[in-house]
């Protein structure tokens, strides 16, 4: 399978700070990525997506950043609130698109 | 409806019980997909279905039986359960292939 694989397992930053979390993949063919964002006891949710023609991707208060030189992608979270701790997943799909390998995920504390 | 039902939320079973778990959506999706996640681990894909069809089974042992009776519905049957299939199982569902990709909430199992 393909690996998806996220640099730091826990992160902890300051209520009104900004997060950042990074994710690197190995397939240079990868031409879709996902961020998703689990809670505790819920289902994964999607957060944003970013196709590989694009480098750059914003949503409400958060943005993906695309490097396809060296395969790694970020999700960066503006003025993080105590409500954005959760388990952080990057995601690709398979090269046959039905299913998605999930990176191992970062714990993103939020501390008021 | 943009949501994916799962039912039950919770989930305590003995060894040698059978139980199902039931998944739900009406976004017109047509691949459901069953995942499983251990505690700090990403989720695991188990089974795909696509228009209605078995279309991947990743080696999962035979005390998981998946069924579809339709496109909007999707089971898991489980029996004879080990303590260590205790996990989250997730449902999910996507219009095709990887996009709109859209997860339920899941269903906590604990087998006893």
């Known amino acids: 399978g393909e690996s998806v694989g996220l640099h730091l397992p826990t992160l902890s930053v300051q209520e009104g700070d900004n997060s950042i979390i990074n994710c690197a993949y190995s397939?240079?063919?990868?031409?879709?990525f996902i961020w998703y964002k689990q809670e505790s006891g819920k289902g994964p949710q999607f957060i944003i997506d970013?196709?590989?023609?694009?480098d750059k991707r914003q949503g409400q208060r958060v943005t993906v950043l695309l490097n396809k030189t060296v395969k790694h992608l970020s999700l960066q979270i503006a003025a993080t609130q105590p409500g954005d701790s959760a388990v952080y997943f990057c995601a690709e799909p398979s090269e046959t698109g039905n299913q998605f390998y999930f990176g191992t995920g970062t714990s993103l504390t939020v501390i008021p | 409806d943009t949501e994916v039902t799962q039912t039950p939320k919770h989930l305590v079973m003995g060894m040698t019980n059978k139980k199902s778990l039931k998944c739900e959506q009406h976004?017109?999706?047509?691949?459901m997909y069953w995942y499983k996640q251990k505690a700090k681990k990403p989720p695991e894909l188990m089974f795909v279905?696509?228009?209605?069809?078995?279309?991947i089974n990743e080696s999962v042992p035979s005390r998981f039986s998946p069924e579809c009776p339709n496109s909007s519905l999707l089971n898991l049957h489980l029996h004879a359960l080990q303590p260590e299939d205790s996990a989250l199982y997730l449902c999910?569902?996507?219009?095709?292939?990887?996009?709109?990709?859209?997860f339920g909430s899941g269903t906590r199992l604990t087998v006893v």
């Open positions: 970013i196709r590989s023609n694009m």
């Open positions: 999910a569902s996507s219009l095709q292939g990887p996009y709109g990709y859209t």
């Open positions: 279905y696509s228009y209605e069809k078995l279309s």
């Open positions: 397939n240079s063919a990868s031409d879709y």
């Open positions: 976004m017109g999706h047509r691949a």
